[in-house]
């Protein structure tokens, strides 16, 4: 079975409400249909009900009636959502009023306040949304999960290189979320990514490896000509590398390694003698967005791998987003995705 086989298959066994709130969108709508076909899902769908009726009559679509649609102007609970919102931005000075005008006017504003209040268990958009608009209530409304305080992006890379990562499969993070990150966020990416390692891509014994252009001391930090400080880059990953090893102790990890010195054997043996990790990761965490986005679409486009994601991942409760040029059965494998986060999520609040 694929991987992503596997994933709807989890997904299915054990049903998660998923929110839409791109509903009118046309990909958006053709998923949710093969979604309820495919009983994947319970999903609530954001719209005017009509406009969506309408649609589904003229694509063909028979399978919506199985769906929740919530109409953001006629929601029964929106007083309730405005003055909760309110009272979760209060600090930010944001009034029922400001409240109520997200609510009933930005969809992916509602989508978050029904997950909040426990009515849903994970929202998806990006068809026609910015990552920025997707991740924003996100962050404001649902928060971080217990013990994480910044969000990053991973990404699933089915390479051809089986002798590499797991089976040729590698799980890259951060590729889109956040630019420049602290090394205390790089050791929270660490233990994030090797959650989604073993929750998504069937890893179960995550190697994390942060990732440099230096192994061991091989290179070292520039100094800046005025203050006479490091430029922090490997530092960077020297010290996320402490952090993470401190904070996570079962965690499995190790840097500031080089990419090949984290996947080829043969020059972790010349590079990295002693690293449990080098040469077998499966897990990479790089120092940065730039990096992270250019490496995984450079893997991507002249690598041939296929790549799945970006798996939003520190997230109270799941939030993905999609590209805008995204197909159908992209958002159908992002249901399922979402939904075994969902799971995820709560098996871990329960602990
Ligand atoms: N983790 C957790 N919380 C965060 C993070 C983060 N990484 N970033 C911001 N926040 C919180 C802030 O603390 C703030 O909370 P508060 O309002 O309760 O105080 C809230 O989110 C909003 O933060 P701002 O900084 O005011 O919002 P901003 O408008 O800067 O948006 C965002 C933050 C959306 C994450 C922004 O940094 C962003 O757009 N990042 C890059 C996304 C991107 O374009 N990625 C590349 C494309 S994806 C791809 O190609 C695969």
Not at 116 to 122: E, F, I, P, S, Y
Not at 220 to 248: F, P
Not at 278 to 295: R, S, T, W
Request: net charge negative.
């Amino acid at each position: 079975m694929s991987l992503l086989d596997q994933i709807v298959a989890r997904a299915k066994a054990d049903k998660q409400r998923i929110v839409l709130p791109e509903a009118e969108e046309e990909r958006t709508l053709k998923a949710a249909d093969k979604v309820l076909a495919n009983d994947l899902a319970d999903l609530i769908l954001i719209g005017n009900p009509e406009n969506i009726k309408k649609e589904a009559t003229e694509w063909g679509l028979t399978h919506l009636d199985k769906a929740t649609i919530i109409d953001p102007l006629h929601c029964e609970k929106t007083e309730e959502y405005a003055a909760l919102l309110a009272e979760l931005r209060k600090k930010k000075g944001m009034t029922v009023e400001q409240a109520r005008e997200l609510v009933t006017k930005n969809n992916l504003y509602l989508g978050c306040m029904i997950i909040k209040t426990g009515d849903a268990d994970g929202q998806i958009s990006g068809a026609l949304s910015t990552t920025g608009d997707t991740l924003r209530p996100a962050l404001q409304i649902i928060k971080c999960a217990p013990g994480i305080t910044c969000v990053s992006g991973a990404m699933l890379l089915i390479t051809k290189e089986k002798e590499m990562g797991k089976d040729g499969v590698v799980v890259m993070s951060d590729v889109a979320v956040t630019p420049n990150p602290t090394a205390d966020q790089l050791a929270q990416f660490a233990y994030c990514t090797a959650q989604t390692a073993k929750s998504l891509a069937g890893i179960d014994d995550p190697g994390v490896a942060i990732l440099s252009f230096s192994t061991k001391g091989s290179a070292k930090d520039a100094k800046d000509k005025t203050t006479g400080k490091s430029v922090y880059i490997i530092d960077k990953v020297i010290e996320a590398t402490q952090l993470a090893k401190e904070k996570y102790p079962e965690l499995h990890v190790d840097g500031e390694l080089q990419a090949d010195a984290a996947l080829v054997p043969s020059v972790a043996h010349t590079k990295a003698k002693g690293s449990d990790v080098a040469g077998k990761a499966n897990v990479l965490i790089v120092p940065n967005l730039e990096v992270g986005n250019i490496g995984y679409k450079l893997v991507q486009r002249l690598g041939g791998a296929i790549a799945i994601g970006p798996i939003l991942q520190g997230i109270a409760r799941p939030v993905n987003d999609l590209s805008r040029g995204c197909s159908v059965d992209d958002i159908y494998y992002m249901v399922a995705i979402t939904s075994c986060q969902a799971q995820d999520a709560k098996a871990n609040e329960a602990k």
